[in-house]
């Protein structure tokens, strides 16, 4: 049986990467802040960092000097189990936060047998991830071997997916549509348009891949899977590359074109509602350009050196707004939240859209702490309309802003958006008309 503790004991599962980072400077706030509502949980809370590349005491120390006293510092690898169940129980861990790569449902698993709290911010799967019969299908893949497996988990309370997206962005599909109770909309379309990059172009060093997150969860999104849309809960695949294509996108005065990417909020939304959903996604102008001239060769990319986006390094401008449109017969309505890391890096050590993600985790992080969940597995979708989570009120604690508008006419479905991307020469010259 797990320890019993006197105290608050969190495990943070993949510790050393920029998603924990940015988690982490929240919680370190969260314990700061007297009105924060977890602010007492968090001041007391006992925290076990644990990566198998683990960073420096000093890293902690100097980046969360608020929090450094209650951690303890773990090296081991994820895949061996047996480890990870010692030290839940040894530890006496009552929530996972899971921001690692390691298997969704080995991590849940160890935590059903312990009763474990658990919230991660996508679904991870090694055995899709190494069958490279599997490609152009790999999200899809990991969602339905997840699926397979969940119902099984009913002795603890997990929130899976809850980032900026998938995560925050179903609350505001949910919220969106609370607004207009009386009428389905035909369409839900998740939306991002990310301009970030370094303020001075010069920095941008050859053969590498820079984005704000991930660079090789994107690559796999962008490069290794087919655009994917979904329609009455059915999958539908465009047999071409992602970047062959895009799909118009319009917020109010913003509007951009980007491209159709798999993504697990995607899938949810369309089996719970059975409208036609979609993801539609761009990226700096100068990762666009880089992607598109490089398709006829595209494995090449892999062989690049990978860079995320970090204000520790250099100033960065841009900002990333990520948001829901939902269409209907005759009009379109659009939830957004835009956010530049000129604004986060003065008082957290990350990036905009690492921030964005955290945010998200700290909703469920919150509901977990705060909430009577029933034990089960819950997207954040499901959590919203089965539970009593008040996941909206915590996510707005740090993510303050929201656009809610609407546009008189409406764009159409996804395919009436299509267009051929414009030529590598004609994208530099708008982006620097913008």
């Known amino acids: 049986m797990p320890v019993r503790p006197d105290r608050p004991v969190l495990t943070l599962l993949g510790s050393a990467g920029g998603v924990a980072k940015a988690v982490l400077s929240i919680l370190q706030r969260a314990a700061q802040d007297g009105d924060d509502p977890i602010h007492g949980w968090m001041k007391q809370c006992r925290i076990h960092l644990v990566d198998y590349r683990q960073k420096s005491k000093a890293y902690y120390s100097n980046l969360f000097p608020h929090l450094k006293k209650q951690f303890v510092l773990h090296q081991f690898d994820l895949s061996d189990l047996p480890k990870l169940r010692e030290h839940l129980q040894s530890s006496g861990t009552q929530l996972v936060i899971d921001v690692s790569w390691a298997d969704t449902v080995q991590m849940i698993g160890c935590c059903n047998e312990l009763g474990i709290k658990y919230v991660n911010t996508a679904l991870e799967n090694t055995a899709v991830d190494e ?30 997916g809850s980032g900026m997206n998938p995560g925050v962005v179903q609350w505001m599909a949910l919220e969106l549509m609370s607004r207009n109770p009386d009428k389905m909309p035909k369409a839900c379309y998740i939306v991002e348009h990310d ?6 172009d010069s920095r941008m060093k050859p053969q590498t891949i820079y984005t704000t997150w991930s660079p090789e969860c994107f690559l796999d999104e962008a490069l290794l899977n087919y655009p994917m849309f979904m329609q009455r809960g059915v999958p539908l695949f465009i047999y ?9 996108v319009r917020l109010g005065d913003k509007s951009f074109t980007g491209c159709l990417m798999p993504h697990e909020e995607v899938i949810t ?14 990226v700096s102008e100068q ?24 204000p520790e390094k250099a100033p960065l401008a841009g900002e990333d707004t990520v948001g829901v449109l939902l269409v209907y017969d005759d009009k ?17 050590p990350t990036n905009a859209t690492y921030f964005q993600v955290a945010c998200g985790v700290y909703g469920a992080v919150a509901s977990q702490v705060l909430d009577r969940l029933p034990a089960g597995v819950y997207y954040v979708d499901e959590l919203l309309m089965q ?18 508008g609407e546009n008189a006419v ?4 996804l395919l009436d958006r299509m267009t051929e991307p414009e030529a590598p020469e004609q994208s530099e010259n708008k982006g620097k008309e913008e």
């Open 240 to 248: 071409d590359d992602v970047y062959a294509m895009e799909f118009r």
């Open 269 to 282: 939304l369309s089996k719970l509602y059975g409208m036609e959903t979609g993801f539609i996604y761009r």
């Open 131 to 160: 069958d490279t019969s599997l490609e152009g299908f790999t999200l899809l893949c990991r969602s339905e071997r997840f699926e397979e497996a969940r119902n099984a988990f009913g002795n603890c309370t997990a929130i899976v």
């Open 287 to 310: 990762m666009t350009e880089t992607i598109r001239k490089h398709l006829p060769v595209q494995d090449d990319l892999w062989e690049w050196n990978m860079s995320v986006l970090d």
């Open 410 to 413: 409406s764009d159409g479905m």
């Open 387 to 404: 539970t009593e989570s008040r996941y909206g009120a915590y996510v707005s604690q740090y993510m303050k802003h929201f656009t809610l």
């Open 195 to 200: 301009t970030t990059f370094f303020a001075d």
């Open 332 to 348: 379109e309505t659009y939830m957004f939240n835009s956010l530049s890391t000129s604004e986060v890096y003065p008082a957290y």
